[in-house]
């Protein structure tokens, strides 16, 4: 075999080659050989470099998703090549347990890896067990009672909003939610009584308005600041906010689009849809900069474009939300539609709402509104034509976080907005104000305000009246027919109502001696009771003025 004629000093193996390193005379063999050694070992070691990355950013994309802040530094322990094979090793061992044939030695291995990944990473195996894997392990976080001292529940309007936690306004179209939901944000913002519940927390609001431009954000929004006053009297301005903003965002914000395979966004585990990590995680750096407590989004169904009824879709969307609800600390607040007919009958009130269940078994809360029919109208004295401006919003649907409690009642309102022009008259927009009703039909006002004194007063000092009649000398009905000179039939379906309305409610009380034992009994709403004086003619009692 003749000799190939290679003139030159050959290129040194460990420095990259290239065509430009060939013999003038042209390419010999060995040459050629070590070129191609040379092409294989880099695309090698590109091959394992582009392989890495990838199981790095799979490592952090599943430990940015599995655990919590306090166990941030399971991130850090992913670049600690042994540190990520001990964890490694406790992830594989954990998802035999289930599968393996041999359960004896399925756990014998996750024990072992356990204690390995205990002494690598310094932690006990409690700790691991916890914050990566996701569980409570009984051998390593003891449930003792005595080391049980959870922190309160971060209520901000009880029993309706929570931080951390989701909840959902539902009804259908025209029915009010939208005005409901700016005066819930104003609520929030002043902590005034807007609503006839306590606003316990006030804090800053972000509102993602997804159906309304800019322009009709400020008319809805200046229109139910200007209709409402403080409790003095005084109108609302941006001092009442002390120091907390509104913020708002109008312009189209998408947290998961369905997967098409194509564009940058993490995917889910889930496989079917992408998440927009990108906005959430912005969504929450904004809400914990500016200490925002509540965030409204109107409506729901606008921040995704997955399929609504396809519960394996709405599953993931309605878990980025309870993480932006947890790692923000805010409550989310969903306005949704209910379907074409409504839960029927004796439904539960939840059904109703469009889409899939799992979009009702994610919040903590449903707070369903419904137009007041017409058989309460008759019972309230409220006119026909004006029955659909009245509506009632209430926990029916769902309440896990506290009891139901009563409903309130609304109504709309039209407020006139001083933006005239020469060429346009001033907007009139639509506002909701609570509305106490006053169901005692055929009563005058003075003998509505003095049933209402009847029972904030009580039978006695220290006792409450009841609603049963197995009370005896505590049952209300016989009593106020009495005093009031009309049948215990209207007394007793005028109770109903004023309970269902929130005018009345009961509560558990310590009974005075002798008896000392713990009743239920009626109390009054305080606001009920001064509307009743102020519809008499009389003035607002003041709290000295209040027997209870």
Sequence with gaps: MPTDDVSGDAPEVNRKLSPNDAPSGGPGADWLVKFGEEMYRKNEENKRALKEREERARDEARAREAFSERDGAIVQWMGDPEKKDALKRVVDTASKLDSSEDQDEAFAEYFAAMQHASATLGVSVGAIADGFLGIQSASGRGARLADMKPAPRQWIVPPWLIRGFITMLAAPGGRGKTSLLYLIALAVLTGEDLLGLEVRRPSSVLMLVQEDDEAEFQRRFLATSRHHKLADGSPITDAAFCGRQLWVRTSPFVIAVP?????????????RIRVNWAEVNATVAACRLHGVGLVAVDPFSNIHEVEENARADMAPVMDVVVYIAQKADVSVLLVHHTRKGGAGEGGNKADAVRGSSVQTTKPRAVITVETMPEDAAKRLGVPPEERRSYFRADLEGKSNMAPVGEARWFRMIGHTLDNATEEDPADVVGVAERWIPQPLQGLSDTQ???????????????????????????FVVPALATRLGVSDRDVAAALDEWKRAG???????KRPAPSR????????????????????????????????
């Design 259 to 271: 997967d098409e395979g194509e564009g940058d966004e993490r995917r889910h585990k889930a496989r």
């Design 517 to 548: 034992t713990k009743a239920r009994g009626l109390v009054v709403d305080r606001d009920a009771l001064s509307g009743a004086e102020q519809a008499d003619g009389r003035r607002a009692p003041d709290d000295d003025d209040l027997p209870f």
């Design 503 to 509: 005018v009345v409610r009961e509560e558990w009380y």
């Design 448 to 474: 509505k305000a003095e049933a209402l004194r009847i029972i904030a007063a009580g039978p006695s000092e220290g006792e409450k009246w009841s609603l049963w009649s197995s009370s005896k000398d505590r």
